[in-house]
């Protein structure tokens, strides 16, 4: 059957992979979140994005408040680090982003009819030769 043939054709599956694959990201964004105060022991979203008063950015995860720290995970590395809260500037956690979000959906309906075009234009040509 023809949509068989379609489904294997390397253009329209390369650009539903690329639409696919340029979208996986798009849905989520770092958003500032209060800085955490000193507490007997609270989680903390995961992952959090954690900003030194020196500019320095470190990525947890399993992150909490303990006392006047903010221990957990460091993303990169799974070595298991200790902040003072007192040298944290900012903090930020990963959260859907409603935007970008929608805008991704747009774009891989734009990719997926992009690929219908096209391999409905491949049809009609091998058809007319």
Request: glycine content about 8%; some cysteine; hydrophobic content about 45%.
């Amino acid at each position: 059957m023809r949509i068989r043939s379609i489904v294997r054709r390397p253009l329209a599956r390369g650009a539903v992979l690329a639409g696919c694959i340029a979208s996986a990201g798009g849905c989520m964004s770092w958003q500032h979140t209060p800085a955490p105060a000193p507490a007997a022991s609270r989680a903390l979203h995961d992952p959090i994005r954690v900003t030194r008063n020196d500019g320095y950015a470190i990525e947890l995860t399993g992150a909490e408040v303990r006392g006047d720290s903010i221990i957990g995970l460091e993303r990169a590395s799974h070595r298991r680090v200790s902040l003072a809260l007192a040298d944290v500037r900012a903090a930020e956690a990963r959260r859907v982003d409603v935007l970008h979000s929608a805008l991704t959906g747009v774009g891989v309906a734009a990719t997926v009819f992009s690929a219908g075009v096209l391999a409905l234009l491949a049809i009609l040509s091998s058809d007319n030769s």
